[in-house]
Structure formats: structure tokens, C-alpha cells
């Protein structure tokens, strides 16, 4: 069933302004019929390239756009020429042209922004010490939001001054000139205007669209509260309760809300609450123009708040995903796109065929969140290092009886027979937690102090010494790196100065577990060195001391 969080992703997802004037969209992806390659069509159905990219390239925003190609994305110039903007190939990450800057990120390399010559005007690191490691894809009236390695939202203006605080979990989005946001570390939520000053505060629950029309569609209350209730809320903080049969807001105007009903079912009402069109439709779309589309058990129709309807006998849709939204912050003309029988063509509103006949089409500018490639090798490896001493596994030293550390309130006898014993480890950083941590003997853990009885007395083994170690780190989605246990290892090596290699035919090792897992295996012989040669060291200092006397 759609619900607002499906409205809300699209809002972030296509969320884009001008502080000056609306931005430019000229050219959708689409494949001419009978061609294999991706090209760019405007909105007379006219190719500017044709039959050119293995991969579906974005759309053209002030004349700029990406594509998938070799090892990245590659951003050109809209031209048939196919003129590379600057040195903008093989980048891991690429948003927007707008408001003179679009956001990339280079192999390795933090957030850039850069004008439009490729030429880079200024890089998200850090705020207040703290990493940044997302950004929105595209400046939104004159504010583009950012994100904290701490999951906190805030947002920067085109000078790349931080003029809303990451304070929120959810994203600054500023279509008009306030956005409704929620507290990262306390209930509620506010709304704020573009410097990030508190219009009005809410303590409640909510699950949050944006502004758009000069309304937010909001929930009251958390995702189990099955007496959330759905309101507008203006730029003010004013509320419009909606009737509790609304399970679901999917767009809106300045006059009418498309809502579902508990069956996911659509609907119109307007801004008093009252049904227009009663919810009985697989989907309702608001389009610029005024009408209204339907869709019903694969039946296409347009329909009227007088409940008239007019059948379509074809597939048909708009040509953008959401036309409202994009009509309030782009400057575009595509109208409508219909398929049948696997023939897609680009209509104006008055239903009529524009350009060539289409292969595939995508109706949809995908804007969200661009990620830092950016990694601090030498803060996780040394987060790594801290776990360990000279004598072991901090805390779990070699040498010591494996019975110290045995959890007296589990049974002995899952320890025998046992040569290890795992254990509990904590480690306080943002990169990594522990799966697993074990410490091994070359002796059982526990031994039957009355062999030769009818019953069994276990007692832990005082032979049983720690003889090595094996830890596994689990990594976040975005804090591992596939050569991070060749780093680790080269760190262990250097500290310990013996060699530990990045694969199971070492006895020492820092191999990589699968997906974002990492495990250490190691031994007394690799903490045993550094302690001989420290003692080797004090012994020649004190003969030189002496002999010069």
C-alpha cells in the first residue's frame, strides 16, 4: 500500500529549486525504437543524442548531465559533441547543475563542489570536528543539505557556509522558504526558514513530507500509532486535520489532495476535509494543466471532481513522475507519455503524438543523496590497534589462565573438550563493533577432577593458558573497504615487528570475513617480540652508562 513515506522519498528525491530562477530541464533519457543504446530527447520528442550510452544517462539539468561509463560517471555538456565538462570522468559519486554548482566526489576524495567548468569551488570535510559524509544531490533554493558521520542533517549555502546546524534526522528540504524538520537527538520537530531560525516547534511524533504549495502533508505519531492521524500544515505552523479515514497522502495542489485509504486505494479531497472523488482509484495524478488522471484495474481515464471520467485506450502517464511538484521548481515542457502494445510515444496534454516513436522512456530525475569516498584509514587502524597491548588482546593477556576470565554463570561443561572460550569485547568508535572475540589454548578450557568417578567434577583447567587470539570486526555499510585488512596488518607488523599476512596460509592474519567483515587471528609470537627487544634495548643502555664510569 502507498503510503506518505512513499511521497516522502519522492519529495526528497525530486526536491529542486533556484534562489534566482527555476532550473532548466531539457532532456529526459530515452531509446529511440530499435535502438539498444540509451540517448536524450527534449520535449518535441527530438533527439540531441541517439542510440549512444550503454547506461541510462540522467536528465539535463542547465545543460549539464552524468552517465555510467568505464570505471564511474562522466559528466558532459549537453551537446552532440558530447564535450566532457573539465576533468569530471571516473567519479564514485555526481548530483545537479544549479545555482553555478554541482556536487561530485572523486575516487578517495571528500564531497566537492564544482561551477560549471569542473573547476572545484570548495569541499565538505568536517563540521565542528565532526566528518560529513553525504550530501543532497542538488542545491534546493540556494540550500543544499548535508549529513554528519552522526546520521544529523544540516545544510550549506553556495559558499559552502554551514547556515543550518545538523541538528535533525531528517533532511533540511527548502522548496519554499521554510522546511518542516525533526530532531535528531530529542522528540519533535520544527519547522525552520533557511538559516535554520525555529519558525514554530511541534512536540509531537511525526513522520514528515516537505513544503510544497505552501502546505507539508504530516503524520501524528509513530509508525505503530494506529491512531496516527494525517494533516496539512501551512508555512506557519497552521494545521488541517484530515478525516481519520486518510491512511495516506500522495500529492497535492493549491486546491485538492490525492489521499489512499486503509485498502491503498486513491481519492480526492479538498483542503476542508471533503471527499471529491471517492477512494476507489489504483492511482490519481494531479497534472500542471488542471486535469486529472486515473488508473483502474489497468484502465486509463481522465476524471473530473464533478466525477465524469473520459477512457483513454491506452497506457498513459506524465512525462515527469509527480508534475505538480516538479511544475512549483522546474522550468520544463514534457506533458504526457503513453504506451501500448509496447509503442511509447512522447503527447501534449491535448493527447497528441510528438516526435518519434520510443523504444523506453524514463520519467523520472532520480536526485538523492551523493556519499564521501573519502576514508580515514589511519583513525580506523589506529581504533583497531588501540584493542591490543604488548601482552595480548587488552585485557586478555598471553600467559594468563583461561579460567579468569570464564563467565561463572554459564555451565562448565559447555567448555568441555573445548580449546576456546569466546568472549565479551567492547570497543567505542564509529567504524566498527566486534562480532566475536575468542581466546584459544593449546589445552582444554576445563578438565574432570574425579576421572575415575561415577560423576563428573569439572574444574577449569590451570594449564589452560591463552595462547592466541581471534577477533572479528563487524564494519558499517560505509566505514569498510575491501583492502582495510592489508592496512591492519602492515600496522600489527610494524607494532609488533613480525610479519602478519592478509591470508589463512599465515599463522598471524587479517583476512577479510565476506561482506564488511574483517577477522584478526594472532598468536603469543607475534606479542612476545617487541618485549624482547625493549628488554635487549635497556640491557645495552645500562652497559653504556656503566663502562662510561
Known amino acids: 500500500m502507498k503510503t506518505l513515506q512513499i511521497f516522502v522519498a519522492a519529495l526528497i528525491a525530486f526536491a ?53 561509463e568505464n570505471d564511474g560517471l562522466t559528466v558532459f555538456y549537453a551537446d552532440k559533441r558530447l564535450r566532457q565538462v573539465g576533468d569530471l570522468c571516473e567519479l564514485r559519486g555526481c548530483g545537479y547543475f544549479n545555482d553555478g554548482l554541482m556536487p561530485i566526489v572523486r575516487k578517495g576524495e571528500h564531497i566537492a563542489f564544482v561551477d560549471g567548468d569542473g573547476k572545484n569551488q570548495f569541499t565538505l570535510k568536517e563540521h565542528d ?12 533554493n540556494g540550500r543544499c543539505a548535508f549529513m554528519t558521520e552522526e546520521q544529523k542533517w544540516g545544510a550549506i549555502d553556495t559558499k559552502g557556509n554551514v547556515v543550518v546546524e545538523p541538528l535533525y534526522s531528517t533532511q533540511p528540504v527548502f522548496i519554499e522558504d521554510v522546511a518542516i524538520v525533526r530532531y535528531a537527538d530529542k522528540e519533535g520537530a520544527a519547522i525552520i526558514d533557511r538559516n535554520g531560525a525555529v519558525v514554530k516547534e511541534f512536540s509531537e511524533g511525526m513522520y514528515l513530507s516537505t513544503f510544497v504549495n505552501g502546505y507539508a502533508a504530516v503524520r501524528m505519531g509513530e509508525n505503530d500509532d494506529e491512531d496516527a492521524r494525517y494533516v496539512m500544515i501551512d508555512t506557519k505552523g497552521e494545521m488541517i486535520k484530515l478525516p481519520n479515514a486518510v491512511k495516506g497522502i500522495e500529492t497535492w495542489n493549491d486546491k485538492y489532495i490525492v489521499f489512499e485509504n486503509s485498502e491503498g486505494d486513491c481519492g480526492l479531497m479538498n483542503f476542508e476535509g471533503e471527499t471529491l472523488i471517492r477512494a476507489k482509484y489504483d492511482g490519481l495524478e494531479l497534472l500542471p494543466n488542471g486535469q486529472i488522471l486515473g488508473r483502474r484495474d489497468d484502465k486509463f481515464m481522465y476524471v473530473t471532481v464533478e466525477g465524469d471520467t473520459e477512457r483513454v485506450f491506452y497506457a498513459i502517464a506524465s512525462a515527469v513522475r509527480y508534475p505538480i511538484l516538479f511544475s512549483q521548481i522546474f522550468d520544463y515542457k514534457f506533458e504526457l507519455v503513453s504506451e501500448d502494445d509496447d509503442v511509447m510515444y512522447l503527447r501534449n496534454y491535448a493527447g497528441e503524438k510528438v516526435g518519434k ?13 551523493v556519499y564521501s569516498d573519502y576514508y580515514d584509514y589511519d583513525a580506523v587502524v589506529e581504533s583497531v590497534i588501540a584493542m591490543f597491548d604488548n601482552n595480548g588482546l587488552t585485557g586478555y593477556p598471553f600467559g594468563s589462565t583461561m579460567g579468569n576470565y570464564a563467565d561463572p554463570s554459564k555451565s562448565k561443561s559447555w567448555y568441555r573438550g573445548d580449546q576456546s572460550m569466546s568472549v565479551d569485547l567492547e570497543c567505542n568508535n564509529s567504524y566498527f563493533s566486534v562480532s ?20 563428573y567434577t569439572w574444574e577449569f583447567n590451570n594449564d589452560a593458558k591463552i595462547n592466541s587470539i581471534s577477533v572479528t570486526l563487524e564494519f558499517a555499510y560505509d566505514k569498510y573497504r575491501e583492502d582495510l585488512n592489508t592496512y591492519i596488518a602492515d600496522a600489527l607488523t610494524q607494532k609488533y615487528q613480525t610479519t602478519v599476512g592478509t591470508d589463512a596460509n599465515f599463522v598471524n592474519n587479517v583476512t577479510t570475513n565476506g561482506y564488511n567483515s574483517i577477522t584478526i587471528d594472532l598468536d603469543e609470537s607475534v606479542i612476545s617480540g617487541p618485549e624482547i627487544v625493549d628488554v635487549v634495548e635497556e640491557v645495552a643502555v645500562d652497559s653504556v652508562v656503566a663502562a662510561a664510569y
Open 357 to 369: 516513436m520510443l523504444g523506453k522512456f524514463r520519467n523520472k530525475v532520480e536526485i538523492e543523496n
Open 436 to 455: 566475536s572475540a575468542t581466546i584459544k589454548s593449546r589445552n582444554n578450557v576445563v578438565y574432570d577432577a574425579t576421572p575415575y568417578a561415577s560423576y
Open 129 to 140: 570536528g565532526v566528518a560529513i559524509t553525504a550530501a543532497m544531490e542538488m542545491f534546493i
Open 16 to 68: 529542486v529549486a533556484s534562489c534566482s530562477s527555476k532550473p532548466q530541464l531539457t532532456h529526459m533519457p530515452a531509446k529511440a525504437d530499435g535502438d539498444s543504446n540509451w540517448g536524450l530527447i527534449d520535449a518535441n520528442g527530438e533527439f540531441l543524442i541517439s542510440d549512444e550510452f550503454d547506461s541510462r544517462p540522467s536528465a539535463v539539468i542547465n545543460g549539464i548531465f552524468y552517465v555510467e
